[in-house]
């Protein structure tokens, strides 16, 4: 296999926005998993659908939107430019924010499924206890559904890793950057260096595989503890 | 009877589909053409139909993919490229055909702006000092690894000596349509295009542009070719052939490419 600098650097910068992007996300999608799993509001099916709506749109449709959204016409980059922080667009900040779009579902629902299951009760017994809520949430809640943050977090690790149409059309491939392994192999194809292309795509099968594999692993020791 | 009946229907449908195909291809051309192309391809098309008994397809792509496709046995008879290199390369690998290689357009690049008074008729923008009040933070190229216009730009930026005040405000898309896309959001403050992009008719239709002479770059020839499917297919011959007819020429002229 044949990495040259560029695709190490490809390499390095995809992993640190695959890892900035997964604890953000994890943050963001704490208290909108566990609001998910215990509100009664009507409001409940519409924010579900808008948070899985990444599933659906086509990747480079997200991007061509956020492109309009940051631009200095549109609200982001209207806001961004106010704030003072200037545009974000080609910008790794601009990417973490279009990989947390586009990895939300894969954070919230293992979340929301790990805090469903676990039901009201732990939470209810810990107010017996005289714990607030608060305390009751990182003491009991936290711990509870610890196999679900684990799941969460590898899932929008990965599927960050795996992200490019939204990196193509607001990254503008400046190396160091922007320009992550997805992109660089595209490249590569488009430039006809298939040799290079396979060399990256093998290095990032075997990443897929790995994870999907702990992934797998770790499903089947949780059921089989629960049993 | 009911049996009867379905058989009949059937057999009438796939009749009537074989009969469909087998007429259709004796006359169709399925075109791949470079993504830059797209719309003056779709108006020689329309005429293409209208002046001949035969049928176009066009399929769309950039000059990378299309090349990757034909030689994974696409069903293309003709190429129309981005650039001169890739046909050449399809005819040396014996996937085209030898010796039908031409050149159907030239490319035009322009430095553009949608901000009608950034971009001057001489290009001074590019090397306008950070004072200046026309200075941008944002200027958008086609990847040069993958466009030929990249490589164009690339060229004029180091042949006006711009390439290192510029160097840190570039930024690049995968293909010109991108490049374009990017100074069209204004995400990019200006860049470099295909003229046939913002012009109709020989007028640059919004913001201010630099079309920049022609021997500030190695010229943007677009080459066509007859692929090795479309050896014996007569509509593909009869394409080769109308892309250098008159009507045709007029409209690539249109779309502000030369020839």
């Not at chain 1, 390095?12 to 566990?34: D, F, S």
């Not at chain 1, 005289?130 to 936290?142: C, E, G, H, M, Q």
């Not at chain 2, 074989?18 to 192309?37: Q, R, W």
Request: hydrophobic share 50%.
């Amino acid at each position: 296999m044949h990495l040259t600098s560029e695709d190490l650097s490809a390499i390095l910068l995809t992993l640190e926005l695959a890892g900035v992007t997964t604890v953000l996300l994890l943050l963001l999608a704490t208290p909108i998993a566990w609001w998910l799993a215990h509100t009664r509001s009507g409001w409940r099916a519409p924010v579900a659908a808008i948070v899985a709506l990444p599933l659906v749109l086509p990747p480079t449709v997200l991007g061509f939107y956020l492109l309009i959204a940051l631009g200095p016409h549109g609200s982001v980059g209207q806001f961004t430019q106010w704030a003072g922080w200037g545009s974000l667009a080609f910008s790794f900040s601009g990417l973490v924010l279009g990989s947390m779009i586009y990895s939300l579902p894969f954070a919230v629902q293992p979340l929301v499924n790990a805090f469903e299951a676990m039901g009201s009760r732990p939470m209810e017994v810990a107010a017996t206890l005289r714990a607030n809520k608060l305390d009751a949430f990182f003491t009991v809640a936290i711990p509870l559904a610890k196999p679900g943050f684990v799941m969460a977090a590898m899932l929008s690790f990965a599927h960050t890793v795996g992200e490019f149409g939204v990196v193509l059309m607001i990254g503008g491939n400046i190396p160091d950057k922007t320009r992550v392994v997805s992109t660089q192999i595209y490249g590569h194809v488009e430039a006809m260096e298939y040799a290079q292309a396979h060399g990256l795509a093998g290095a990032m099968l075997l990443f897929a595989f790995v994870v999907l594999l702990i992934i797998s692993w770790a499903n089947r020791r949780r059921t089989q503890t629960a049993t | 009877m009911g049996l009867r009946l379905l058989r009949f229907c059937l057999s009438a449908v796939i009749l009537s589909v074989t009969f469909v195909c087998g007429c259709a291809k004796a006359d169709e051309v399925v075109i791949a053409v470079a993504a830059n192309f797209t719309a003056p391809m779709q108006k020689i098309a329309q005429a293409f139909e209208q002046d001949t008994v035969h049928k176009a397809k066009l399929v769309f792509g950039s000059t990378g993919k299309l090349y990757a496709q034909i030689k994974n046995g696409a069903p293309f008879a003709v190429f129309l490229s981005a650039d001169d290199e890739t046909p050449a390369r399809l005819e040396k690998e014996g996937v085209a055909v030898a010796g039908t290689r031409f050149t159907y357009a030239v490319g035009r690049l322009a430095l553009w702006s949608r901000n009608p008074s950034l971009v001057d008729d001489k290009g001074q923008v590019l090397i306008g000092n950070a004072s200046d009040k026309n200075s941008f933070k944002k200027i958008a190229i086609a990847d040069p690894k993958l466009a030929p216009y990249g490589v164009a730009a690339m060229e004029v930026l180091k042949g006006t000596g711009a390439l290192t005040h510029v160097a840190p405000k570039l930024v690049q898309g995968d293909s010109i349509g991108q490049a374009f896309q990017f100074v069209m959001t204004e995400n990019a403050d200006l860049g470099f295009v295909a003229l046939s992009q913002i012009s109709i008719d020989g007028r640059i239709t919004q913001g201010s542009a630099w079309v920049v002479p022609q021997n500030l770059y190695t010229p943007l020839k677009q080459d066509a070719i007859l692929l090795a499917l479309g050896k014996e297919n007569a509509a593909a011959l009869a394409l080769m052939k109308y892309m250098r007819s008159e009507r045709a020429q007029s409209i690539i002229r249109n779309y502000g490419y030369t020839l």
